[in-house]
């Protein structure tokens, strides 16, 4: 072959591939073969395909396939395009020119497909842009509106940030996220993953423009490249050295968004965007290679990280043909196959290629290979999951189960291993059609039977000899019952009319009614007399179960070893072909183990996952770190520790709407991709700053300084309110002292810092109270009961010891009790709560002193007595004997466990009442307070089961009533329904992923799906509008909590009230755990 004719043959190929590109957007047909036949039906007709014959091949296929409802399609269109979209659509494109497409003309539909071709070629002839990219430009556009957009909403919306940047400062060595700006979860899962390549990263950070950039032509492509690698350099740099937990990438998006002019929004799906992502950064690198290496060929790092080539090797209507094409991004089918290698075989062979290795030349089949002769450092798998469906003119996700391994081998698809990699593939083959007569001979055996309802033969064998060896109760079933008399044994008056049913003809009563009691007999036939009790009444003998009813032991004893025999045939059988099944199937998957073939490893870098539906979704990244060992998720701001487990569960498909969308491989053997560097002086790793040029170090630096200032500003003002609010507080107290009357005391007065602290409010308050009545109506009890025990013992001192044991005695009874839930002594005094929960000695013995040295204890003199001895000792103990801070920490415990309790009682009282909206936030507060009082202590808390259990419900009772007002259609309903979405329930969500249990998943995916149903439905414009608005806030997997409700405010409730409530609600419920508190 000439070079004319190589180049001329290159030329043809990539005409034909953009022809199929164009034919496959148009009709939404992806059957390569299906559409190469309606490409070869116009070559009948002349040597070129021009826009006209294209649009015969695109009647020819929509001849072709079942009718599509035209008026389904387009009202589709029109829904998934309006200008505020905020949804990833993987759908087909609409233009903005409309042709009425909904009647059944097929000369509007061609005038249609060749307006889009025309306007499609006139515009890359004037811009130089193609419709790619374009519709990228859509994307940013629509990020971008969407960003700004945020910037005016009055409520709090679930990606603002928090005010307080404490919770936006970076912890040490932890990764940084990326700020989501609209709809942007496909730029951070791409820039994250790409990001994580070191030798990537560096080349981004250390790129410089041409010097003599002034002097080149700026053409459309170098007005956006450039502006754009200097802010993906910026931010890397901050992803690099920030102090900041999660960055902005809007000004790189906005960059990309001003590199085109569309007035259009639509968005595209991750793998389109890295695809151009790759070319621009490409053009990029290409024009710096252009001028370091003048006079030699350029290198661009580009394409020699992530393009490879392969060798293409066929026959088209009978020649051979082979030629080299160099590829980015490998595109594989999902749907039919269980795993990766299955998804690469397939796409390695297109066609029928049995003459490939045949000499006859003048074979009719048509077919190729694709044998890899150069795989690029990083290997990109893109995962069709998408297809058109022609039936209801929408794009579909694919949701099918998908395997792929962490450490990839790629030797039997490389061209130097061709003829190796045949021989096995054809001894695979051969393997598999022994394993496919030897699954449908074990199935023979496992399904045996002719009828609807199949047995394991073995089985049916078994019950046949249970059956035979089975000892009746009677001989016949019937043979007692006497057939004579009617059913039930009924006799007398209805004997005669019974007798005479075979004398004449019978007469026309109604059906199931019978003749009265006084009616005289008839010589006519009589109707059977139905009665439904006593007919289907069970005879009393009839066997307990089925037996023979005539065998003797001989034959019994022969057939029982038949039986026997043949089971135990059949059993072997089985376990022969069992066994050879799995011997098959471990040859072929150990087909490609030896060594041999191993020697081209691709280790798994990062997975992409997309979570939804077609026209709507979420994407985030699982990536491995390395030098850690272990997957991190990137989660737009949020990145945290993961595991293979939760990457197989989100990325293999078939468990959720979430699947794998495209898979980044590194070669194993080629460690520069992901090894950091180290100062050549001193060998130490660089890390943070000193990673970044000098330019960038200047510019981190002064972001750096901007969040720092940030943070001194808000510490400056939390200080300032804390001040005020203390001098209120003092203030308060002051007020207070000076109005209440105080009793006399000869004792100095000990110092602030460790004397008598002032009483918890649940101990004692300023004035008598219910609370305090009851504390000094235990306190009363208790001395009264010491005095009675200790009637020798007439000294204060003596009685205060005695009584503080008898109350101690009773509190740790009810400490040791084994109680219902709703009996919790924990609520009647702080002391139960302490013993059950092991506080130091000193804690307990102060608390018990307190409560006797209650100035409002003054029943009698002997109690004032007490009272005064104990804040006599309480004066006399020293600072180190009792550390006030602890002491301090556990009283905080303690009126943090009542707070969640009363949280949790008026949360369940208001779900009973099913006032689902306002039970939310209590029930959301009463857990998590909860998991931090558990945290400390399995008795800290109450049960986190019980109250998760609740939470949960109340979201999907909110859920429920939200998809309901959507389905009812009415605006008002609408904006409620979605309202109630927004403002609660899906801030929620975040809290049910967190921890990641099992029954908190699965409500969530309950909740997502039944919106996501929603989709394949049909609905008004604003319906559609306002769904595909709101979805992308329900599939959000973010674990970050970014704004949520203020806490309700908690009405004061004194020991009795709050024990009497809690137990009538804890009493009511309908679902307790079986292992109680």
């Given at each position: 072959?000439t070079?004319e ?10 005409h034909?591939q953009t ?10 047909t992806?059957?390569v ?5 309606a ?19 695109v ?6 396939n079942a009718?599509?409802p035209q008026?389904?399609e387009a009202t589709?269109?029109q829904t998934?395009q309006v200008?505020?979209?905020?949804y ?13 497409l ?8 061609q005038r249609?497909?060749?307006l ?28 971008i ?6 910037l ?25 996220g990326l700020?989501?700006v609209?709809n942007?979860c ?16 560096r080349l981004?950070?250390?790129y ?17 490249n ?6 993906l350099?910026n ?6 050295g920030?102090?900041r ?6 000004r790189?998006v906005e ?23 790759l070319d621009?950064l490409e053009?990029?690198f290409?024009?710096?290679a ?5 006079g030699e ?16 090797v ?5 020649k ?9 991004q ?7 196959f269980?795993d990766?290698?299955?998804?690469l075989?397939?796409?390695?062979i ?8 045949s ?9 190729q ?12 798998f893109?995962l ?9 003119g929408?794009p579909e ?6 395997e ?12 130097r291993?061709?003829?190796?990699t045949?021989i096995k593939?054809e001894e695979i083959?051969r393997?598999k059609?022994?394993l496919?007569?030897?699954q ?11 009828g ?14 249970e059956f035979?060896s089975?000892?009746p109760?009677c ?9 004579s ?5 009924t006799?007398?008056?209805l004997l005669?009319?019974?007798?005479t049913?075979e ?10 009614l019978?003749?009265?009691?006084t009616?005289?007999p ?7 007399i139905?009665?439904?009790?006593t007919?289907?009444r069970l005879?009393p ?5 089925p037996a ?7 034959e019994?004893?022969?057939?029982e070893?038949?039986?026997h025999?043949?089971r ?5 059988d089985t ?5 050879s ?7 072929i998957?150990l ?6 073939m191993m ?9 992409l996952?997309h979570?939804?539906q077609?026209?709507?979704?979420h994407?985030w990244?699982?990536?491995y ?9 990137y989660?737009?701001?949020?990145v945290?520790?993961?595991?293979w487990?939760e ?8 468990y959720?709407?979430?699947s ?14 992901i090894?950091?560097?180290f100062?050549?002086?001193?060998g130490?790793m660089?890390?943070?700053?000193d ?5 960038l ?5 002064e972001?750096?300084?901007?969040f ?11 200080a300032?309110k ?5 001098l209120?507080l ?7 002292e ?12 000990p ?9 918890p409010?649940y101990m004692?308050?300023p ?8 504390l ?5 009890r ?16 003596g ?7 008898v109350?101690?005695?009773r509190l740790?009874?009810?400490a ?20 059950q ?9 102060r ?5 006797f040295?209650d100035?409002?204890?003054s ?5 004032k007595s ?6 006599a000792k309480l004066?006399?103990?020293k600072?180190?004997?009792v550390?006030?801070?602890e002491?301090?920490m556990?009283?905080?415990d ?5 707070e ?24 959301i507060y ?6 931090e009082?558990?945290v400390?202590?399995l008795?800290?808390g109450?049960?986190d089961?019980l ?6 419900e109340?979201l ?5 009533n939200a998809?309901?007002?959507f ?5 008002l ?9 927004n403002e ?5 969500i ?17 909740m997502?799906?039944r919106?996501?149903s929603?989709l394949?439905?049909e609905?008004e414009p604003n ?5 595909t608005?709101?979805?992308?806030k329900?599939?959000?997997?973010s674990?970050?909590?970014k ?5 309700p405010?908690?009405?004061?409730y004194?020991?009795l009230e709050?024990?009497?409530?809690y137990?009538?609600v804890?009493?009511?419920l309908?679902?307790?755990p079986?292992d109680?508190?």
């Open positions: 072959m070079v004719q190589n180049v001329l043959q290159q030329h043809s190929q990539k034909q022809l199929l590109n164009q034919l496959r957007e148009v009709t939404g992806t059957d073969q299906l559409l190469q036949q490409l070869q039906v116009t070559r009948t007709q002349g040597p070129a395909v021009s826009n006209g014959d294209l649009a015969e091949a009647a020819f296929l929509t001849e072709k009718k599509v008026q389904d589709y269109y998934t200008g505020n979209d905020r990833i659509s993987v759908g087909s494109q609409a233009d903005t020119n409309v042709i009425d909904t009647g059944d003309d097929k000369d509007d539909l249609a497909i060749a889009s071709l025309e306007e499609s070629s006139r515009a890359f002839r004037e811009t130089g842009i193609t419709d790619e990219e374009q519709a990228i430009s859509r994307v940013l556009e629509a990020s509106a969407e960003n700004k957009a945020s005016k909403r009055t409520h709090t919306e679930v990606w603002s940030d928090s005010p307080n940047p404490h919770d936006r400062k970076r912890m040490e060595n932890c990764p940084v700020k989501n609209g942007t496909w730029f951070s899962a791409v820039i994250q993953s790409l990001f994580n390549l070191l030798e990537f990263q981004v950070l250390y410089s423009p041409p010097a003599r950039v002034q002097d080149l032509p700026r053409n459309q492509k170098e007005h956006r450039l502006p754009f690698m200097q802010e350099r931010l890397f740099s901050l992803m690099v920030s102090k937990k999660y960055v902005d990438p809007s790189a960059i990309l968004k001003d590199a085109f002019k569309s007035s259009e929004s639509q968005q595209q799906d991750v793998s389109e965007f890295t695809h151009k992502l621009w053009d990029a290409q024009m710096k252009e001028e370091d290496r003048e060929k350029p290198k661009n790092p580009m394409v020699e990280l992530f393009y490879g080539r392969f060798q293409a066929g026959v088209l209507e009978g051979k043909f082979e030629n080299t094409e160099m590829f980015g490998y595109p594989l089918q999902v749907n039919g269980k990766l290698h299955e998804c075989e397939a796409a390695m297109e066609g029928e290629i049995e003459s490939l290795h000499s006859a030349e003048n074979s009719a089949k048509s077919g290979e694709h044998w890899f002769t150069e795989l690029p450092p990083v290997l990109t893109e069709s999951r998408f297809e058109f469906n022609q039936a209801l929408r996700k694919i949701h099918n189960k998908l792929f391994p962490s450490m990839l081998y790629m030797d039997r698809y490389m061209d291993n061709r003829e190796i045949r593939r083959r393997l059609e022994q496919t007569l030897l449908q001979r074990l199935e023979r055996y496992l399904s045996y039977g002719s609807p309802k199949r047995f394991p033969l073995a089985d049916v064998l078994q019950y046949a000899m035979a089975s000892k109760v001989t016949s079933p019937l043979e007692d019952i006497d057939t008399a009617p059913p039930g044994g006799t007398g008056q005669p009319a019974l007798s049913a004398q004449g003809p019978s007469c026309t009563l109604p059906e199931g019978s003749p009265a009691p009616q005289a008839s010589t006519q036939q009589r109707v059977p139905h009665k439904p009790f007919q289907s005879p003998d009839l066997p307990m179960h023979p009813r005539h065998i003797t032991e001989e019994l004893r022969v057939l070893g038949c039986l025999r043949w135990s045939e059949v059993e072997n376990h022969d072909l069992q066994g099944i799995s011997r098959i199937h471990r040859t998957e087909m490609y183990s030896d060594k041999s020697q081209v490893p691709f280790r798994l870098h990062a997975v996952v979570e939804g077609a026209n709507a979704g994407y990244a699982y990536i770190d390395p030098h850690q060992q272990r997957w991190m998720k989660n737009d701001i949020s945290t520790k993961s595991s487990e990457l197989v569960r989100d990325s293999f498909g078939g959720r709407n979430a794998a969308y495209c898979l980044m491989y590194i070669n194993d053997k080629k460690p520069f991709l090894e950091e560097e100062d050549k002086e001193t130490q660089l890390s943070g700053l990673k970044l040029p000098s330019d170090k200047a510019y981190v630096k972001d750096n300084g901007l720092d200032k940030e943070i001194e500003e808000w510490d400056t003002l939390q300032r804390a001040q005020q609010e203390k209120a003092a203030a308060a107290t002051a007020a207070a000076t109005t209440s009357p105080q009793p006399m005391s000869t004792e100095p007065s110092p602030d810092s460790w004397g008598p602290q002032q009483d409010e004692e308050q004035s008598p109270t219910d609370d305090s009545k009851h000094q109506e235990d306190t009363e208790a001395i009264s009961k010491a005095a009675a025990e200790k009637q020798e013992e007439r000294s204060p001192e009685l205060l010891t005695a009584a503080i044991k109350e101690y005695t740790l009874r009810f040791q009790e084994d109680t219902a839930l709703e009996n919790d002594y924990r609520l009647q005094h702080v002391i139960v709560y302490f013993i929960n092991q506080a130091p000695k000193k804690i307990l013995e608390t018990l002193l307190m409560q040295a100035r409002n204890l029943f009698d003199e002997r109690c007490i009272m005064k001895v104990a804040r004066d006399l103990v600072p180190e004997e550390n006030m801070e002491y301090e556990w009283h905080q303690y009126r943090n466990f009542r969640t309790t009363i949280f949790l009682m008026i949360g369940l009282e208001l779900f009973q009442k099913k006032c689902f909206v306002e039970a939310l936030m209590y029930l009463s857990y998590q307070y909860n998991r009082l558990l400390k202590g008795y800290r109450h049960n089961e109250i998760g259990h609740y939470r949960r109340c999907l009772k909110l859920n429920e998809a309901g007002m389905e009812s259609g009415e605006e309903e609408v904006c409620n329904g979605l309202s109630i979405m609660l329930v899906v801030p929620c975040p809290l049910l992923l967190v921890h990641d249990t099992e029954k908190d998943l699965l409500a969530v995916e309950d997502r799906n919106w996501c929603y394949g439905q609905m319906l559609q509008e306002k769904l608005d709101f979805l992308p329900l599939l959000d997997c674990t970050e909590i704004s949520f409700h203020d806490p405010k908690l009405p004061t004194s020991t709050l024990v009497e409530r137990g009538r804890m009493a009511s309908s679902r307790v079986a109680g508190r």
